[in-house]
């Protein structure tokens, strides 16, 4: 039986964290999804990835634990945005038999679905400004050559085009960063660490082992993180159709999507309002993002009402695919080509519940969602 590596989007944890034994990730107030998906004989894992970083490190970091090595980052990467080119050693490898001939399915919620898109073009077309850089010790991820190690790729409420929240409500997007960078810089160098881990070693944001606390608190404090190299950038609309050109489908692997939506249309208008039974939390920017449209984004794309849309922090019409990508609409259960994007249909639910949310009694609804999708691609693919 294949396995299968869950991938949690920005500012979520795996199963190695110790946040998970208080919440999982995966299945939240549902109850921990892997235990329950090992109990229906699925072969499945969580991995973790940094919270708040860029899709390239996420994907990074998510093929040295599969493949239980030290995290390269890439000589050119590093050297383009000014962090150290290797990053955290797994001596452990989530796929130890992981091959062409033991391929693995991903599934990705949220950002975690772009960091197991891009994953997959590396594995199989390879990054050649990497082998160009350090010819002589270059990562097996980007020679190439090896797209058939995925089988399927399944993105739920991913940002595929971007949100429109960043554009909406540019005070969200400088909240998100003044608490990611900031947290991060107070966990780095603190014992906090081992609650909830930010996983930003590769820039500096930790204390040295011969460093003195209040020098590690002066030096990490001036630390900026450089642009387009962190999540908050990579979700930008602009930034989101520039990642897009830059990876491209594998024609033998299986893509799959989950678009969501908790909104709906307000009266005698385009604009779209979040439902009553929306988390709370992700009302005011369901709400931003339902009142933006007509809009262009500084880098020329139009944003029409079709965005208005969404389940508090992606907008539907971005969860379907890439625009540019090869589609097709498919219902539960049906068949799945390779090389394509099979978009089953709209999920009521919001973001959060996407993942399990924070309701106990939608666990019967959470599971059965899974174990379906489990047994889909593993039927047909």
Known sequence: MRKTIFVHGIFGWGESDPLWKILPNWGMAAGDLMV????EGFDVCAASVG???????????????????RTDYGKAHAERYGHARFGRNYEDAMAPDWSEAHPVDLVGHSFGGTTIRLLTHLLEYGAAEECEASPEDVSPLFTGGKGAWVR?????????????????????????????????????????????????????????????LTEAIRRVTALKLPENDWARDDLRIDRARDLNREISMVPGVFYVSVPGKRTKKKRRSEEEVPEFTMTAA?????????????????????????????????????ARCPFEDPQKEIQPGGEILPGVWNILPVKTWDHLEAQG??????RAKVRRFYRELMEMIRKEA
């Open 282 to 318: 992700m009302q005011p920017t369901a709400l931003a993002m339902g009142r933006y449209f007509h809009k262009k984004t500084a880098g020329g794309t139009v944003l029409g009402p079709t965005w208005a849309p969404n389940d508090g922090l992606v907008n539907t019409i971005s």
């Open 51 to 69: 919270p708040i970083s860029g899709a390239w490190d996420r994907a990074c970091e998510l093929y040295a634990q599969l493949t239980g090595t």
């Open 36 to 39: 329950y998906l090992r109990k």
């Open 357 to 362: 949310g924070t309701n106990p009694f939608l």
């Open 152 to 212: 399927t790729v399944v993105c739920i409420s991913t940002p595929h085009n971007g949100s429109s929240l960043f554009e909406a409500w540019p005070g969200y997007a400088s909240l998100i960063e003044w608490l990611g960078v900031n947290a991060s810089k107070v966990m780095g160098i603190s014992e906090l660490k081992g609650i909830y881990d930010f996983k930003l070693e590769q820039f500096g944001l930790q204390k040295g082992q011969s460093e003195k």
